[in-house]
């Protein structure tokens, strides 16, 4: 428990057994009083074997839903078995489990708190195309939700009973719909959505696909998410 509050970490993995054991041992060394799901969204590794072995709760899907489909599933479970809070955490290490606290003392004032990469905390940056998005993605969902937002993509984030029980019901499986879309539904839904600043580190295994080709598709297909976001009832 963090503050008397039963905390639920989330963490969608996907073919992380290299990293997960570790990220796991983290979280717990730095908050033990919270539990750790890990949702195995059809990994073709060791994955839910080194989950286990590191202490943490598994649930396992039959096949690869993606990011969306797995953090659905995670707040469903945290709404199933009452907590109060649900982390979204993710299972490359890049996420710092040391911000956890600082998420879930803002859902004091809000809703839904967003962990942003571009608050002045740390030296995280992105250029071309994917920055482009993003700034273009910040400024449209801030007016959205009344509160200045500069790292709408990050899916490091917390959210008490009122987000849990959205979520648990409705959370966009479709590229970048579960974080675009996720904030436009929550405001449509009378939740308050806040950031607070965050550092970013380096993945501990696995590579992170970068090229101009994909980066250019990722500011097409940013937009095409914001405008379904803002259309779709």
Partial sequence: MISGKRVLVVIPAFNEAGAIAGVIGEVRGELPGVDVLVVDDGSADTTVVEARKAGALVARLPYNLGVGGARRLGFRYGQDNDY??????????QHDPRYIPQLIEALDTADVVIGARFAGEGDYRVRGPRAWAMT??????????KARLTDTTSGFRAANRKGIDLYAQWFPVEYLGDTVETIVQAVRGGLTVRQVPVAMRARVAGKASHSPVKATVYLGRSFAVLLLALVRR
């Fill in 84 to 93: 109060d809070v649900v982390v979204q955490f993710d299972a490359d290490g």
């Fill in 136 to 145: 273009v993605l910040s400024g449209v969902l801030s007016r959205v939700a």
